[in-house]
């Protein structure tokens, strides 16, 4: 069996960066090389820039764009003419699955034109045109592909789209460290800074429990970054930069537990799976999948949607919490994740799917 897995090419594919897709592609593909069996190969293609080893196919020199808002995710003729090189590739070679994991219409498109097995997972909202610009370009055929949501909570945001089956993202739990003590003294927060992120709610809590807070990411809204740095005193609320590897586990790890007040609905949230690898737990508002990931009193608190106050007490509660209780959560978030959000499980529900596809 031959697989193609196509990737975004906004950032490189990586273990860590400014993409969440790139790392779930970067995931995907270093799990499936550990599983798949030796008459089987696996191609991944992606920007040159990219950190896979040992070998992929370069789509284009370098990564398009810093991040993946929906201000930045325009396809350019370049961009689309190296995905058509991309997808001449793939069918001159003859590969039996070719699995997209992006959010550019014309290889997707030009995947089921040319008869090919093509599998989608779907990891955007419909804030961009990606999804519909697939329902204008294929028609009827959109059928022909078979789509992969991230989370059942996801499915209501495309209700008209017949989803094959659900795969969870999976975390690579062996590049975060879990750590089960009690004498954590901050809170963190990590994400692309933009509003409907939660980053102001987050700096909130944080001032409203005089609790400090630690947050990373890139900037895509630059306003609101200082609007925040403005705000709140630098004490209290501390922007650490862009966290790479190290700096991302060292910022989880080192929590009391992870704000995740969100102001929209997201698909999954592989950052709080991340935060809880390292045995940190969540308070969140109950929007996306955060129900599907967070387990209420036991991993972490959920809160009704935009109540500040609720997300207050909640916090309360972590900070207040005996040891003894707070060492207990802690284990059961690592658990939850090795349970039910590990990268190899993730993996291997992928080469199953691929496989049966074929059958």
């Known amino acids: 069996m031959k697989i193609a897995l196509i990737g975004s090419i906004t ?3 990586a273990p860590s960066g400014k993409g969440g897709t790139s790392v779930f592609n970067y995931t995907l593909t270093s799990e499936l090389r550990r599983i798949i069996a030796p008459n089987d190969k696996l191609v991944i293609f992606a920007s040159k820039n990219s950190k896979i080893k040992p070998k992929f196919y370069p789509i284009c020199k370098e990564s398009t764009l810093e991040g993946d808002s929906k201000t930045v995710l325009k396809e350019s003729a370049a961009e689309n003419a190296s995905f058509f090189k991309a997808m001449q590739y793939i069918k001159k070679n003859g590969f039996d699955v070719v699995h997209h994991s992006h959010f550019n219409f014309l290889p997707v498109a030009l995947s089921v034109s040319m008869g090919l097995k093509t599998l989608l997972t779907v990891h955007v909202n419909r804030d961009i045109d990606f999804i519909d610009n697939l329902k204008v370009a294929l028609g009827e055929d959109l059928k022909k592909i078979l789509f992969v949501s991230i989370s059942l909570s996801h499915r209501k945001v495309h209700s008209d789209i017949n989803f094959f089956t659900n795969i969870y993202n999976g975390v690579n739990l062996k590049m975060f460290k879990y750590d089960y003590s009690s004498n954590k003294k901050y809170f963190c927060w990590l994400g692309r800074i933009i509003p409907y992120k939660g980053l102001k709610e987050a700096a909130e809590i944080a001032m409203r429990t005089k609790t400090k807070l630690k947050f990373a990411g890139p900037i895509q809204d630059k306003d609101y970054f200082l609007e925040i740095k403005k705000k709140y005193p630098t004490k209290l609320v501390e922007y650490i930069g862009v966290a790479n590897a190290k700096k991302r586990q060292n ?6 537990a992870f704000l995740f007040p969100l102001k929209w609905e ?8 991340e935060a809880m690898a390292c045995g940190t737990p969540i308070i969140a508002f109950k929007r996306g999948a955060v129900e599907e990931i967070v387990q209420d009193n036991k991993t972490g608190f ?5 109540n500040l106050s609720s997300l207050t007490e909640a916090a309360k509660k972590i900070i ?10 802690r284990k059961n978030c690592r658990q939850r994740v090795e349970n039910d959000f590990s990268a190899h499980q993730m993996a291997q529900n992928y080469y199953a799917l691929y496989k049966d596809i074929l059958d």
């Open 11 to 13: 950032s490189p594919t």
């Open 251 to 256: 910022l989880l790890e080192g929590a009391k």
């Open 266 to 273: 997201e698909p999954f949230g592989l950052v709080i799976a």
């Open 302 to 306: 959920i809160c009704p949607a935009d």
């Open 320 to 329: 207040n919490m005996p040891d003894i209780d707070y060492v207990t959560m």
